[in-house]
């Protein structure tokens, strides 16, 4: 499964964005669906995930209450809707697909996408 991230981009502090991850194949459906970010000098952090049977989510507490992660298996994308954005949001953010939901080991991965907050 290929993993197409967009929708990084520059937005002041207080501001949203949205990031869609997009499969090439019909299966992504069948995977749980995360998203997961990195900051210079720092490892890879999970940000939330998304079951594949009723769309179950999580997140990391540093996110909860401003993002929402959401899929849309029709069209075989998983969003991750950003808002109140802090500066400490800055990084590049990943999706991934996993067949494992509450130990999130991404077994595919996006080429991700850069979000930068100004304060």
């Known amino acids: 499964v290929q993993l197409q991230a967009s929708g990084g981009g520059l937005v002041q502090a207080g501001g949203s964005l949205r990031l869609s991850c997009v499969a090439s194949e019909r299966t992504f459906r069948s995977y749980h669906a995360g998203w997961f970010r990195q900051a210079p000098g720092s490892e890879r952090a999970f940000v939330a995930a998304i079951s594949w049977m009723d769309g179950v989510t999580r997140y990391a507490d540093s996110v909860k209450g401003r993002f929402t992660i959401s899929r849309d298996n029709a069209k075989n994308t998983v969003y991750l809707w950003m808002h109140s954005l802090k500066a400490e949001d800055t990084a590049v953010y990943y999706c991934?697909?996993?067949?494992?939901?509450?130990?999130?080991?991404?077994?595919?991965w996006g080429q991700g996408t850069q979000v930068t907050v100004s304060s």
């Open positions: 991934a697909a996993s067949t494992t939901y509450w130990n999130f080991r991404a077994n595919y």
